[in-house]
């Protein structure tokens, strides 16, 4: 069974920043890529950054590059979302994926998600 326990979410001004957290429950989380995604009111799920299974390699959407950066400790099973200089357009909730394999390919599990709202 996979669990993937969002945290870090919360309300913050323009410019500001936030470290989400993911905690992984499952077996052999270093044989995975893990991901984030976030939803926007009335938008679709969109995805935001990808780490492969040993975090050697990462993806970042264009919208957050720059500001936002993913990493894993595969120590203590989890991944984090490190947000800077977040903007309006950042506000969403967003779920950290984990992936069907170690690369950037197709993601299965879901968490339930955190809410950002970056407003002043």
């Known amino acids: 069974q996979v669990q993937l326990v969002e945290s870090g979410g919360g309300l913050v001004r323009p410019g500001g920043s936030l470290r989400l957290s993911c905690a992984a429950s499952?077996?052999?989380?270093?044989?995975?890529?893990m991901g984030w995604f976030r939803r926007a009111p009335g938008k679709d799920r969109e995805f935001v950054a990808g780490?492969?299974?040993?975090?050697?390699?990462?993806k970042l959407a264009d919208s957050v590059k720059g500001r936002f950066t993913i990493s894993r400790d595969n120590a203590k099973n989890t991944v984090y979302l490190q947000m800077n200089s977040l903007k309006p357009e950042d506000t969403a909730i967003y779920y950290c994926?984990?992936?069907?394999?170690?690369?950037?390919?197709?993601?299965?599990?879901w968490g339930q998600g955190t809410q950002v709202t970056v407003s002043s």
């Open positions: 994926a984990k992936g069907s394999s170690g690369g950037f390919a197709n993601y299965d599990y």
């Open positions: 499952l077996r052999a989380f270093s044989s995975y890529a």
């Open positions: 780490i492969t299974w040993s975090g050697g390699l990462t």
